[in-house]
């Protein structure tokens, strides 16, 4: 039931991180403030698909 997934920057769009969550037990978009290295700082992430 874990599903891979990719956090993606919110202001520059880039892919950084990739993590797994429950889908079952977790329904909403994952967001997590992650360091951005082409921003140079911490912003929020959100969930998208692997490609």
Do not use: F, G, Q, W
Request: one cysteine or more; a positive charge.
């Amino acid at each position: 039931m874990r599903e891979l997934l990719s956090l993606a920057c919110e202001e520059c769009k880039r892919r950084n991180y990739t993590t797994d969550k429950n889908k079952r037990t977790m329904t909403d978009k994952l967001v997590l403030s992650k360091y951005c290295n082409s921003c140079r700082k911490h912003t929020p992430h959100k969930e998208s698909k692997i490609k």
